[in-house]
């Protein structure tokens, strides 16, 4: 299996922050400026030795993990399946090519937000919420265990804008080819991952802290399997 992009541990912590140039989120006229610390993720790898059709046979649901932290290496290809830039588009396509999605990680480390353009994270929170998490998503073991969790939330405003009522019917077709890239990719670098929908939308939205608008439609427990 060809070698994972990046070594370092995924130890986000104060340290690592103040190295971090800090940058401030796009906002509208009116907004309040949130500027938070951001963590440029490693250059994600666009060549491998498995072929397509057995990367869908290692695809399989795991529900158990050893307690290893994720990498910066295994988490940037992972965030990159699902959402990251391809020079004119992005891996997952899109309606009319407004991409809605917006991806969040949780890890001891706390709360993360995905930006695709810089190919970086955003830290939004010290704070981890995995426990209450697990709880939000009816206590399924998968998040008792898992040292990441990654969220794939949708705004169907950006949707409605050019396709009215169907929009939401677009945005969740959509994060279903998300959330397949990062479960292919997750079997393909070695990790193990779950889809998971049952959960409780706004306990989820309150923990990740999503902005009005967004809902969360995806929780992915991942890890190395136990």
Do not use: C
């Not at 307690?67 to 396509?93: F, I, K, M, S, Y």
């Not at 939004?124 to 998503?137: F, G, K, T, V, Y």
């Not at 939330?153 to 396709?163: D, I, L």
């Not at 397949?180 to 049952?198: C, D, E, H, K, R």
């Amino acid at each position: 299996m060809a070698a994972i992009v990046g070594s370092v541990a995924l130890i986000v912590g104060a340290a690592v922050f103040a190295a971090s140039a800090l940058r401030a989120a796009p906002a509208a006229r009116d907004d309040e400026v949130r500027v938070v610390p951001v963590l440029e993720l490693p250059e994600p790898r666009t060549t491998g030795e498995t072929p397509f059709e057995e990367a869908l046979l290692q695809r399989r649901a795991v529900r158990e993990f050893r307690p290893d932290p994720l990498t910066l290496g295994q988490l940037g290809q992972l965030l990159w399946a699902a959402q990251g830039e391809t020079g004119d588009g992005r891996n997952a396509p899109s309606a009319g090519a407004l991409y809605p999605l917006e991806v969040y990680v949780a890890s001891e480390d706390g709360v993360f937000h995905y930006r695709p353009g810089g190919h970086e994270v955003a830290a939004l929170s010290s704070e981890d919420i995995r426990q209450p998490l697990a709880a939000a998503a009816l206590d399924q073991p998968a998040f008792r265990t898992a040292p990441a969790v990654i969220a794939i939330a949708g705004v169907n405003e950006r949707m409605a804008v050019k396709y009215g009522s169907r929009a939401e019917q677009y945005v969740l077709i959509e994060v279903g080819h998300a959330g397949q890239n990062l479960l292919v990719q997750a079997a393909v670098i070695g990790l193990g991952a779950v889809p998971t929908g049952a959960f409780r939308d706004d306990e989820v939205a309150e923990l990740f802290d999503l902005p009005d608008g967004t809902e969360p439609l995806y929780l992915i427990p991942v890890g190395l399997p136990a």
